[in-house]
């Protein structure tokens, strides 16, 4: 569902739940509805939702997307008086993150400052910034309230010195206080909610029906019914314990003769359906985590004298969720000593 340079392949997320979220919710296609079914009504007041654009990340690494942002869409202000920019920040989540105002900060401000260097480095007062907002969208079993306040990173921090220091306010998107049966929003929307929702509390399998027939149910054209199907599809082998029978099956419900086995092609052909088990895809994911681990501590080893305590390199290799891994690549960043790190991981 991305869109793709000749010159240039798409960045794309490693993690499989932000590399969904990245092609579906926080997509400009499903972006609206999501945001205007799911979102703080202060966000559809305020700002336009009906002409979101993929901003340019070009000021940003391959590196730096993956561990800063998920994805940023521009839009403007609903206003009659001005065509203010707004950029929306976006961050999915699996497990609660007590640093991701940091993430979001980060993004934004690389962001403006990559504005004003294309605007010359502006002292004329003719640079108007966009207006930076950041969204949060939360996936996971644990208990998040989602009242991400920048200034709650300092506890100890001065009254007086409170006005001098940056503050702001996250959207907060809880997927996990919305019920099955009951998903708001678009057919094709409630498709993707209810994808997200299922690859969590492992329930996807079972789903992947009812699920499509979302999508078979939306009034979306042929080519991007095909291409959500598609998506989701992946998105399943890569987070379920399924065979490819089931797959193939759960997509005849949408696709039927000539579609079902264009549909049954496609797949098989990039992303390995028929014939073999969806274990081996789970098989990709499992080098996605060593080849995150190598970069910690390929990063640790840059900043500390090696080598790298055992325990340290037992503890990472225990680890089986990417989107925690993401956490830990920013505390090897931060960190000022290993030990700091090792306690990080306990």
Request: charge should be negative; charged fraction near 25%.
């Amino acid at each position: 569902m991305e869109q793709r340079s000749n010159d240039k392949p798409t960045w794309r997320p490693t993690n499989p739940h932000d590399r969904f979220c990245r092609q579906t919710v926080f997509h400009p296609l499903f972006a609206s509805d999501f945001l205007k079914s799911y979102g703080n009504q202060t966000l559809v007041k305020y700002v336009d939702l009906d002409h979101l654009q993929e901003a340019p990340t070009t000021h940003l690494s391959d590196e730096l997307k993956e561990v800063i942002m998920d994805a940023s869409l521009t839009t403007r202000l609903l206003d009659t008086n001005s065509m203010t920019e707004v950029l929306l920040h976006l961050e999915h989540k699996s497990k609660p993150s007590r640093t991701v105002a940091v993430q979001l900060l980060a993004e934004a401000a690389m962001s403006l400052s990559f504005r004003w260097i294309l605007n010359n480095r502006s002292e004329s007062g003719n640079f108007v910034p966009p207006i930076p907002l950041m969204v949060v969208v939360y996936n996971g079993s644990e208990d998040w309230d989602g009242e991400i306040w920048f200034q709650d990173l300092f506890p100890n921090l001065p009254e007086e010195l409170r006005r001098y220091v940056p503050q702001f306010q996250v959207f907060f998107i809880n997927l996990r206080r919305f019920k099955y049966g009951n998903l708001p929003g678009k057919p094709e929307t409630q498709a993707i909610v209810e994808s997200l929702m299922r690859a969590t509390d492992g329930t996807f399998i079972d789903h992947l029906p009812s699920i499509l027939k979302h999508v078979a149910e939306s009034d979306l054209n042929e080519p991007l019914r095909f291409g959500l199907t598609k998506t989701i599809s992946i998105y399943y082998t890569l987070t379920a314990k399924a065979t490819s029978d089931q797959l193939a099956e759960a997509i005849s419900t949408v696709f039927k003769g000539q579609e079902y086995i264009k549909m049954i092609e496609e797949i098989k052909d990039r992303y390995i359906l028929e014939g073999i088990e969806i274990g081996e895809a789970r098989g990709e994911v499992r080098g996605e985590l060593k080849g995150r681990i190598r970069d910690i501590l390929a990063l640790l080893r840059t900043k500390f004298n090696p080598p790298i305590p055992d325990e340290v390199v037992i503890e990472l290799n225990k680890r089986t969720d990417p989107t925690a891994l993401e956490s830990l690549v920013i505390l090897a960043a931060q960190c000022k000593t290993i030990d700091e790190f090792t306690k990080g991981l306990k």
